[in-house]
């Protein structure tokens, strides 16, 4: 149900389409919502974080444009739903999370899960991860008010950065494509994302 889902509201990587349809989303969220893992929504994972709907995990999957031999820097661990889905997809994850709480639970289910191409690091998402730059893929699971400069400059030539840009209660997914000529953006619809903390997004 969740793949025919997905392609009804447009995904076609069948990459992305099979990782979503592998990886088990009630074990990443808590046990008072098992019950509602496959809606099409976002759930409290708390510390006032959210595991992101299955569409835009979906969408956020497939706008990276993974093949499957690419490093992949994520912000914004949260549950690890997504962390997982990127596992299934590319070589490498590098995945930073704000909350140690939320990171330590993190670890505990990719390991369970066997995704051990998984690295995880607590600090401030908005300056990356710079120990493994550069990275042919980074994906931001949280709003900024503006592209972190860091993220730009830990982005390969050619690599692609998605994230949520906007205000607080407006913001548009897009995809930033560098050349040698700048950044090239590509809107990809509206969105709703908790907030990017740190020093180059929202202050704290």
Known sequence: MVREHLMERGITDRRVLGAM????????????FANRAYDDEPLPIGERQ?????????????????TGGERVLEIGTGSAYQTAVLAELCLNVFSVEKLCSLAVKA???????NYYNVALHVGDGTLGWP???????IIVTAASPDIPRPLV????????LVLPVGT??????????????????????????VKLLGRYGWPD
């Open 168 to 193: 607080e209660d407006a913001q548009t997914l897009k995809r930033f494509r560098r050349r040698l000529s700048g950044l090239q953006e590509e809107g990809l619809g509206d969105c709703r994302f």
């Open 131 to 137: 120990d493994h730059a550069p990275y042919d893929a």
């Open 107 to 113: 670890r505990v289910i990719l390991d369970e899960l």
């Open 21 to 32: 349809a592998k990886i088990p989303r009630h074990l990443f969220v808590e046990s008072a």
């Open 50 to 66: 959210t595991i992101s709907q299955p569409f835009m995990v979906a969408l956020m999957s497939q706008a990276l444009e993974l």
């Open 153 to 160: 400059e830990q982005l390969s030539l050619r690599g692609r």
